[in-house]
């Protein structure tokens, strides 16, 4: 990532914090979009920390965006990471839909919902992927990418690639499955 590739994360609970920390990690300009006032505080917390597990990590920074469509705006990586609820992170998606970028990928932290049930009547579906981390997300480099009956193989590929150089292992998961296959594999194991 570059200060020249902006990051749009929607939702900065403890997983949205944890993209932003670590796209902004490696340099990226983050901005995140959430109602919480402690947000922008608890993303630059994650940050502190993920600093202190990478040498050489570099210097992005995080601000806060005033609405959903302004943090999207030139993004080149936008993260959905609001509670679940198909209800709700329709309703978010839809209202970054005029803004996003032509060639952004959106991704959704969700661990219930499908990516094709998240993009069903959305322009951008083709581009909608579901980019599920293992916790904290800057310190553990899996991350579950499964794309959505729209999504494309280039959005896939381009996807892993944009986590390959933010220092994830992407796993790519070849169908719509429900929930994180890690998840399921630990409780197998157990």
């Not at 993009?119 to 579950?144: C, D, K, M, N, Q």
Request: glycine share 8%.
């Amino acid at each position: 990532m570059s200060p020249a590739a902006p990051v749009a994360i929607i939702g900065a609970g403890e997983i949205g914090s944890g993209w932003a920390a670590l796209f902004a990690s490696y340099g990226a300009e983050v901005r995140l979009v959430d109602p919480d006032v402690r947000a922008l505080d608890r993303a630059r917390d994650a940050l502190a920390c993920a600093r202190t597990l990478r040498v050489g990590a570099e210097s992005g920074r995080i601000l806060r965006a005033a609405s959903a469509a302004d943090a999207v705006r030139g993004a080149v990586w936008v993260q959905e990471s609001v509670p679940e609820g198909l209800v709700l992170k329709r309703t978010v998606l839809a209202s970054i839909e005029g803004a996003l970028a032509p060639d952004a990928i959106v991704a959704s932290s969700t661990s219930t919902l499908s990516a094709t049930a998240l993009g069903e009547g959305r322009s951008f579906a083709s581009r909608l992927l579901i980019a599920h981390p293992l916790h904290p997300v800057y310190a553990v480099p899996v991350v579950e990418l499964c794309g959505g009956r729209e999504t494309t193989p280039l959005t896939i590929a381009r996807a892993a690639e944009t986590l390959r150089l933010a220092g994830r292992e992407p796993i790519v998961i070849g169908r719509e499955v429900p929930g994180l296959v890690a998840n399921r594999l630990a409780a197998a194991l157990l």
